[in-house]
């Protein structure tokens, strides 16, 4: 559409009427969105607890394996998205959080959940940086495209990994139980 050459009539009224409320709409979800976080962030801060969660939540893990589409999507319409639901692997996580279910937040547990943050990151982008030395070398299989995706997958797995690792390494740290014993 050429919006130099548009003439307004009455029957374009109720689309735009409809487009104005659904921006407007959105725009009041995004400001309720941003109270909550503020307003949970303030919560956050007055206890010293941390959140209550059903370790069952782990299971939503398993929807990773939607990323697995991917292989599918790509021979049909070469769509790489789908290999972004491989990220859902580090919804594992939510099983050792939902373990750590209103466990008191001292010096302690700050201290071993910026440690396990740090070693989390740390591995994460090594992942990501080894796989950029590695892949970027030249054509995988002579294909920039395989190349691409591999790096794609490469990339959103060490995410998925960082999530999981963060919450599974703070589990092992407040249970005194040392990473390297398993």
Known sequence: MDLSEYVFRAQDLPMLLSVSLTCLYVGYLGILLILAIIDERRRERSTQTTRKLNPKLGFLGFLGFLGLIGFWSYGIDKSIFPFAFFIF???????????????????????????????????????????????????????????????????????????????????????????EDI
Do not use: C
């Open 89 to 179: 692997f580090g919804f594992f996580g939510f099983f050792y959080e939902g373990k750590m279910s209103n466990t008191l937040m001292d010096e302690r547990y700050k201290e071993n959940q910026m440690q396990a943050h740090m070693t989390a990151n740390r591995i994460s982008l090594g992942i990501i940086f080894f796989a950029m030395l590695i892949v970027g070398q030249g054509k995988l299989i002579f294909s920039l495209e395989f190349t691409l995706i591999t790096f794609f997958i490469v990339v959103v797995l060490a995410l998925a990994l960082e999530v999981f690792l963060s919450e599974y390494l703070l589990y092992r740290y407040d249970h005194d139980d040392s990473p």
